[in-house]
């Protein structure tokens, strides 16, 4: 029993030591994670509810996009409402940290879908469709990695955030 205490102090420990090198890429791919894990959602939704209504591909880009943004920032949201801000305030911190990558990501993530011959017409059940999508949001995770390090070490995107967790 005792030995888990003292592994969990030093979790603790390694997690304060992590926030201290702020601009590394562990930092950045975390952010990325994050960041990619709101977007996957929303945008897999999104293609899951334009495909399912037979909605026109743009319709379905432009809704997965919406929702991305949405989840992407309701992600980030959570964690800075959690840290104590209000509500107003952890909006403020979700577009600091989130705009530009989750920019990125839909571009790429768009880009790859709509340029994968058939990706968007195959249906739910299609492996094409889903292979598509997985591929495009590795793409758009190593794209946007050191798009997030770059803002990082300048003190934004998702520096901002854990400024409000300590």
């Not at 999104?46 to 909605?55: C, D």
């Not at 980030?76 to 577009?95: C, E, H």
């Not at 571009?107 to 017409?121: H, K, R």
Request: aromatic share 6%; with cysteine; charged share 10%.
């Amino acid at each position: 029993m005792n030995h888990e205490h003292e592994h969990h102090e030093h979790d603790h420990h390694a997690q304060h030591q992590h926030h201290a090198q702020g601009g590394s890429w562990r930092n950045a791919a975390q952010a990325t994670l994050h960041c990619l894990t709101g977007c996957a959602i929303g945008e897999i939704l999104g293609l899951v509810i334009g495909t399912a209504l037979g909605l026109h591909n743009g319709a379905t880009v432009v809704l997965s996009v919406l929702l991305a943004f949405v989840f992407g920032y309701a992600l980030t949201m959570r964690g800075v409402l959690r840290a104590g801000l209000d509500l107003r305030g952890a909006l403020k911190v979700a577009l600091a940290a989130d705009t530009v990558s989750i920019v990125v990501m839909e571009l790429v993530d768009n880009s790859v879908m709509v340029g994968v011959p058939g990706a968007m017409d195959a249906g739910l059940d299609s492996l094409l469709f889903w292979g598509s999508l997985a591929f495009s949001l590795v793409v758009a995770f190593v794209l946007t990695v050191p798009v997030n390090r770059w803002l990082i070490s300048k003190g934004r995107g998702h520096a901002v955030v854990h400024a409000h967790h300590h």
